[in-house]
């Protein structure tokens, strides 16, 4: 499943085109994803403003005039495609199989019309109107924890949430209560990164006093550099994530530990070898030997 850093890539790269754009009609497909689209979808978004998109953790938000967000999330295999009616060609061609473009928003964006096309050959993903005004009372946000690329997390708030937790490093950094957004394959990164141990207690790195020691300090710091790399990479791009643009990202060739079992790990002089293990009934991939 797409993590945070894709869906700001698929974010960034429909920008361009959308924001500012009016939808002058919405194709729907079929009458679900994976839960049914909004009832009089098509009706109440037509002729709106696109004002800006955005994002929430793992959900795209595209925010319409009057107080209108359209909330889209991926699920397992949902990508975005853009194509410029005026060229008579896609802008960005690909080879997904149109059989399975179930969302057409059909745009003026002042250069001509354009399409930007969902594609979602499982229909995992889905999309849900809501008020921009009243988004943190949507369900998923409801409780979700700060943006790992805001300044709300620092090391002192993960003391405070880590303090006194026997429960595992991995476990308590995927929990989306406490950071938004962050998915299996960055924790593993991430952790790599801090040379810290998936299997260690959350509370051994906050002190009796609940401050961070100075391990909680490079972990944040290792959280924050994971993202903006894969980010500035183009994301992940594993199995079905494709960028707006047709293009895979290349992160996944920087992967230092995430489904890399058996290898060498890449620490100077550590002579570990990449191991995995199964948590919670995820994979987690680590160097047992230079992660404490």
Known sequence: MPELPEVETVRRGLAPAMEGAVIARLELNRPDLRFPLPENFAETVRERRIVSLGRRAKYLLIDLEDDLTVISHLGMSGSFRIEDETLGEFHHPRSKDQKHDHVVFHLRNGKGP????????????????????????????????????????DADYLAARFSGKSQPLKGALLDQTVIAGLGNIYVCEALWRAHLSPKRAAGSIVTKTGRPKKELGLLTGAIRNVIADAIAAGGSSLKDHIQTDGSLGYFQHSFSVYDREGWACCTPGCGGTVARITQAGRSTFYCPVCQK
Not at 122 to 151: I, V
Request: charged share 25%; no cysteine.
């Open 114 to 153: 354009l399409k930007v096309i969902y594609n979602d050959p499982r229909r995992f993903g889905f999309m849900q109107l809501w008020r921009r005004s009243e988004l943190d009372l949507y369900p998923a946000f409801a409780e979700l924890g700060p943006e790992p690329t805001g300044n709300a997390l």
